[in-house]
């Protein structure tokens, strides 16, 4: 089964930006691919999606403000957050749509000045 390693968050002040990337073990090329994040006390919601031939939707939550892209020759994944809101700060996962069983860690964002 594909692992996946989320990287790039970290505490940010509103208004300012960061590039998540998801790195799999395997091949993601055929694969619709998102990001889901994780607010504490809230379940766990899709934001992103880009298909395998990269096309692209967003949660009305994040749209106009977080872009999702594909490295397919690197089996990775890539969330770019700007204009980041604290109703934003959550764990942000990346996974397969529909998800596959197995999640990575997670990568946190914290939106705070």
């Known amino acids: 089964q594909v692992q996946l390693v989320e990287s790039g968050g970290g505490l940010v002040q509103p208004g300012g930006s960061l590039r998540l990337s998801c790195a799999a073990s395997?091949?993601?090329?055929?694969?619709?691919m998102g990001w889901y994040r994780q607010a504490p006390g809230k379940q766990r919601e899709l934001v992103a999606t880009?298909?395998?031939?990269?096309?692209?939707n967003y949660a009305d939550s994040v749209k106009g403000r977080f872009t999702i892209s594909r490295e397919n020759g690197k089996n990775t994944v890539y969330l770019q957050m700007n204009s980041l809101k604290p109703e934003d700060m959550a764990v942000y996962y990346c996974n397969s749509v529909p998800h596959w069983s197995s999640w990575g860690q997670g990568t946190q964002v914290i939106v705070s000045s």
């Open positions: 880009i298909s395998s031939i990269g096309n692209k």
């Open positions: 395997g091949s993601i090329r055929l694969y619709a």
